[in-house]
């Protein structure tokens, strides 16, 4: 009974869907013709809303005082640390506080005047009452973005996390971060140059000794629900991972950017170094784990030379420019303010902004890729290895209008020529002068070109200047 009366019921049914299908059919064909007519008559017309999303234009550009920096480090790393943060430190100019796991012994007091003033980090023990951490220093760190909240937070745009050991430029930061809205919830940061690092834990997370950026309103959300999101996490063993973690729970995700360096590799970071990304450089981290960054330099002598460029100019520094001499089949390869490279052939630029892979990875998988970009192999091929050249010095010109570097050649090259295109030796250039506008150079959308002005046996001078409207460097 009730099959048959479903039968005729779907009959009935599929006869209505029949007829209804036929009239949508000419709707759908008339419809256009009457649109003309008469638009409003069929379609609601889109109307966009007031857009309220608009950033409001009576906030001032975001300035350093805008900015609060946690740095996590301890009581055991801060006499061999303190100078990573002193290189780029600004004494009552740059907010924050260093976080150490316990107070100060007295040999470390009186606190100098040149690092950022310490707090000690809160005792965790009562968020912690049920539930242990896997390991109490995670969630330490986590907690790090709390303490810096609660006595930060006036007229505070966005906080940046780091560790003891990580180099920040913070007049590039602040550039950077003027660029973005920060009444809108943003997490940024970058992953580890070591596949390994980011397959371990994530591809989605900032890695902290590099940085850690989050605006004013994701920080208080994360802020807010801290002790919650701390028992959920309490058993993963990264404090970078707890926190993507713990903001993906609000709703937000990573927003990367190739400016910040958790710097995951050992050995001779100069030639990843040589050829920066081009975006503004924010961060660098492990300095410690790596051989000194400049020939002839311990580590905080070579931070503090690094110093020295990024004073002059932090827009310009480690980026990449690259001219030819025609008439020597040379490249010239620029990496403002810390390296400069001739090589005895024509190389197109895609080429020459491939890193030299003078570093190791952190940790190695067991087979490549081991490092999240292309890299060059070093090579002793004459038509492939570059003379290298380091920063010496850092002037302005007399007239003003201009920033001098000069780069050192670090050491003799030890090949003969390149034949295969002529045998112009460069052995003889012992030094590189690069002439820049002083003048910071926000834009990123491209590079900047150079001219080689002047090359007798011992120097050679490069003047830097905006590329020509359809001018090719090749
Ligand atoms: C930064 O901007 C604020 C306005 O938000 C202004 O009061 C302050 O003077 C500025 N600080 C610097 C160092 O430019
Ligand atoms: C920072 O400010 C304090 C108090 O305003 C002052 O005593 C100190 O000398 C200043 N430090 C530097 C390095 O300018
Ligand atoms: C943290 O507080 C608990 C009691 O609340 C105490 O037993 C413990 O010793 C404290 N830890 C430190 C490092 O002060
Ligand atoms: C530059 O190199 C090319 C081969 O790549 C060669 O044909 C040419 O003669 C060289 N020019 C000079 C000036 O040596
Ligand atoms: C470069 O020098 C080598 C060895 O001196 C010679 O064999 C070769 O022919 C030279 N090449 C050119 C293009 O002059």
């Known amino acids: 009974m009730a099959s048959v009366f479903s ?16 009239g949508l059919v000419l709707y759908l064909i008339l419809i256009p013709f009457s649109n003309i007519g008469n638009p409003q008559l069929f379609l609601i017309k889109w109307v966009s809303s007031s857009s309220p999303s608009q950033p409001d ?48 012994t007295p040999d470390l007091l009186p606190w100098p005047q040149t690092a950022p003033p310490y707090r000690i980090v809160d005792n965790l023990s009562e968020i912690f009452r049920n539930v242990k951490p896997r390991f109490e220093l995670m969630p330490r760190m986590v907690h790090g973005i709390l303490e810096l909240f609660r006595e930060e937070h006036d007229d505070m745009r ?18 950077v971060l003027a660029e973005y809205d920060h009444t809108k919830y943003y997490y940024l940061g970058w992953h580890s140059e070591s596949v390994i690092s980011n397959y371990w834990f994530s591809f989605d997370q900032a890695f902290g000794g590099g940085g850690i950026v989050l605006s004013y309103p994701l920080a208080k959300a994360l802020v807010k629900d801290m002790d919650g999101c701390l028992v959920r996490y309490a058993q993963s063993s990264s404090a970078d991972l707890i926190t993507m973690t713990c903001i993906a729970d609000i709703g937000v995700n990573l927003t990367p950017h190739k400016g910040i360096h958790q710097v995951d590799l050992h050995g001779d970071f100069s030639g990843y170094l040589s050829a920066h990304p081009k975006v503004p450089l924010m961060t660098f981290h492990h300095f410690d784990a790596m051989d000194p960054i400049f020939p002839n330099k311990d580590r905080f002598q070579s931070t503090r030379h690094l110093m020295k460029a990024a004073d002059a100019d932090q827009s310009r520094l480690l980026q990449q420019t690259i001219c030819y001499q025609r008439q020597s089949n040379w490249s010239f390869s620029i990496s403002w303010g810390y390296s400069a490279q001739i090589y005895e052939r024509i190389m197109p630029r895609s080429y020459l902004q491939m890193p030299i892979e003078t570093f190791r990875p952190w940790a190695k998988g067991p087979k490549p890729p081991f490092y999240m970009f292309n890299t060059r192999p070093p090579s002793n091929n004459p038509c492939e290895a570059p003379h290298v050249f380091f920063l010496e010095s850092v002037y302005k010109s007399v007239s003003g209008d201009e920033i001098v570097t000069s780069y050192l ?10 034949s295969f295109s002529g045998n112009h030796s460069a052995d003889s250039i012992s030094t590189i002068q690069v002439f820049s506008p002083a003048k910071k150079r926000l834009q990123t959308d491209r590079c900047e070109c150079c001219d080689i002005v002047r090359t007798d046996d011992v120097k050679a001078q490069i003047k830097f200047r905006e590329c020509k409207i359809d001018e090719i460097i090749a």
């Open 158 to 175: 966005w906080i940046v996390m780091g560790d003891d050991d990580s180099i920040f430029f913070v007049d590039n930061i602040v550039d």
């Open 7 to 22: 039968k005729d019921f779907f009959a009935g049914i599929s006869f209505w869907k029949t007829l209804l299908a036929v």
């Open 409 to 418: 050649r670090a050491r003799p090259r030890g090949l003969p020529a390149c």
């Open 57 to 104: 234009s009576d906030f001032s550009r975001t300035n350093l005082s805008h900015i609060a920096f946690g740095l996590l480090g301890s009581v055991k790393t801060w006499p061999h640390r303190r100078g990573y943060l002193e290189a780029w430190w600004r004494p009552n100019r740059t907010r924050g506080y260093v976080y150490l796991d316990r107070p100060p």
